[in-house]
């Protein structure tokens, strides 16, 4: 058996255990295939550590930066009360009306609000309106814009709020200084401002499984 093979087959058994499936996601999955989106959605496992980071925070509002299909949108939607709030920025018009439907469908549309466009744009507006500090943030966008993203996220929080980077691993790229792919770039910008930040403490971490070799940054905002 292959060492991938086995990471698929570990995170079966642990999605079958502990993140089984239901329509709604199930369908979101299929919807976005369908559309020919990119397959590049959070495992069902990692969904439900979104959820259970939300859930741990007490979260009533979230702001995700990445759309895509709408999956891990949903994940973090059913975290939220019935009168939170979850905003989330989607560059692709045409993936921004595949989560929309697959949110709908999930019965959460009266608590997401998704918004088209470079989130570079849309993170300005969306700070122009004053909402509250958002309890969690969740970064899963271009990958160039990291430093970027942060730096809104940090904007659009206060002490006590959760930023989650992820894909931070690169396929181990990140590690390498002298990697000039944008991606790596951005991601070793993202890190390394998470440790210099004085208000942001943050950890890293490695993971296998469905999708490969990977991982993700987390970093709590202080006061």
Not at 141 to 145: E, L, P, T
């Given at each position: 058996?292959?060492?991938s093979q086995l990471w698929d087959d570990v995170d079966t058994y642990f999605i079958s255990h502990l993140a089984p499936d239901d329509?709604?996601?199930a369908?979101?999955?299929r919807e976005s295939d369908a559309a020919g989106l990119p397959p590049v959605n959070v495992t069902a496992n990692q969904g439900k550590l979104l959820q259970l980071l939300a859930q741990l925070q007490g979260a009533r509002t979230v702001l995700?930066?990445?759309t895509l299909g709408g999956y891990s949108t949903i994940w973090l939607g059913r975290a939220l009360p019935a009168d939170g709030r979850l905003v989330t920025l989607?560059?692709?018009a045409r993936h921004a009306e595949v989560a929309v439907r697959n949110i709908a469908r999930a019965g959460l549309d009266a608590l997401v609000d998704v918004r088209v466009g470079p989130a570079l744009e849309s993170l300005p507006k969306l700070a122009d309106e004053n909402p509250p500090p958002f309890d969690l943030v969740f970064i899963d966008?271009?990958?160039?814009?990291n430093p970027h993203y942060l730096e809104w996220a940090l904007r659009l929080t206060s002490a006590g709020s959760l930023i989650v980077l992820d894909n931070v691993v690169r396929g181990g790229r990140?590690?390498?200084a002298g990697d000039s792919a944008g991606d790596v770039r951005g991601t070793r910008a993202a890190i390394e401002l998470i440790g210099s930040h004085p208000r942001l403490s943050g950890t890293a971490l490695q993971t296998v499984g469905g999708k490969g070799y990977d991982g993700f940054a987390l970093a709590r905002v202080l006061p």
């Open positions: 058996m292959s060492e329509e709604a996601l369908a979101a999955r995700e930066i990445g989607e560059y692709n966008a271009d990958k160039g814009n990140v590690a390498d």
